[in-house]
């Protein structure tokens, strides 16, 4: 592979326009393209065990998408999406953005773990990510499905070659997308934990 992994994105999260100036609102399209093309890391993992966990975003990826499409005009950002989703009573796409963060968390925390520990194993920052962000949610049934994948990552260094052959490119192409990923989950956790942001 010539350039990187980052390089063949449809969409990184360092283009997912974030408004700082109203609220940090973040842009629905773009959030959702970008979501859709981090699916493709669990690709370079591998292993048919991250199967589950792909399924898992893009299907809360489509859930926000129908809203999206339902309600156009409500929808431009994801706070707006959720807010006008709210108040029709219902709460599918604010619940399937609520899972399709903690997904991204858990991507987001494993790998941020793998890249500031040089001697760390994927399979390591993933389980530890895995405990800190989707195991407290997931039944007893989800648990030992998502377990299997954590143990079914490739090896660090083989990892990492698959993301590119330029390794100083990989790592300064990781740290943006990484930066940007995290900037834009963290925005959306605290919008949710806002009173007016949930249904139950």
């Known amino acids: 592979m010539t350039g990187s992994f980052f390089e063949t994105l449809k969409r990184s999260f360092v283009d ?3 408004d700082a100036a109203s609220d940090n609102a973040i842009s629905t399209t773009e959030f959702l393209e970008a979501s859709e093309s981090l699916t493709g890391l669990f690709d370079v993992l591998g292993s048919k065990a991250f199967t589950p966990v792909k399924s898992d975003i893009l299907g809360n990826v489509k859930k926000v998408r129908d809203q999206q499409l339902a309600a156009p005009g409500q ?3 994801l706070q707006a999406l959720v807010l006008n989703e709210l108040k ?4 599918t ?3 399937g953005l609520l899972w399709l963060v903690r997904g991204l968390d858990f991507t987001a925390q494993a790998l941020r773990a793998n890249v500031g520990n040089p001697s760390q194993e994927l399979s390591e920052s993933f389980r530890a990510a895995y405990g800190e962000t989707l195991k407290p949610h997931h039944s007893f049934v989800i648990k030992p499905i998502f377990n299997m994948a954590m143990g079914a990552t490739p090896y660090r260094k083989d990892f990492y070659v698959k ?3 330029d390794q100083a490119v990989v790592q300064a192409e990781l740290e943006k997308w990484l930066s940007a990923l995290e900037r834009r989950v963290g925005v959306l956790k605290e919008f949710q934990k806002l009173k007016e942001a949930q249904w139950k």
């Open 16 to 18: 997912v326009p974030l």
């Open 75 to 77: 929808s431009g950002t």
């Open 88 to 91: 029709s009573g219902k709460h």
């Open 93 to 95: 796409a604010t619940e």
């Open 163 to 165: 993301l590119g052959d």
